[in-house]
């Protein structure tokens, strides 16, 4: 299987579009993630892409702790921290 046609399965299946989540990949590799802007912002075009809300509790809490030390970003974190029910 082609990446192209891989793509676009995840595409389909997700309704992701994968040259978005390229982009904003891409637009990560050096970002500074002590900056509460730029975090914030990066939140945003993730919540965009996966059309899926953040409230703004949720973007609060999430840069708190990515900003507090962004060393120790762990993906499996934030997802927990993003599907936790109140």
């Given at each position: 299987?082609?990446?192209?046609?891989?793509?676009?399965?995840?595409?389909?299946?997700?309704?992701?579009?994968?040259?978005?989540?390229?982009?904003?990949?891409?637009?990560?590799?050096?970002?500074?993630?002590?900056?509460?802007?730029?975090?914030?912002e990066i939140i945003q075009k993730v919540s965009a892409i996966a059309n899926k809300p953040v409230p703004k509790e949720k973007e609060d809490e999430l840069v708190?702790?990515?900003?507090?030390?962004?060393?120790?970003?762990?993906?499996?974190?934030?997802?927990?921290?993003?599907?936790?029910?109140?």
């Open positions: 299987m082609s990446f192209d046609k891989l793509f676009k399965n995840i595409e389909k299946s997700s309704g992701v579009n994968m040259q978005d989540v390229f982009k904003l990949a891409d637009s990560v590799k050096h970002a500074n993630f002590k900056d509460e802007k730029t975090v914030r708190k702790t990515i900003t507090s030390d962004p060393k120790s970003i762990n993906m499996d974190k934030i997802t927990k921290m993003i599907n936790k029910k109140k």
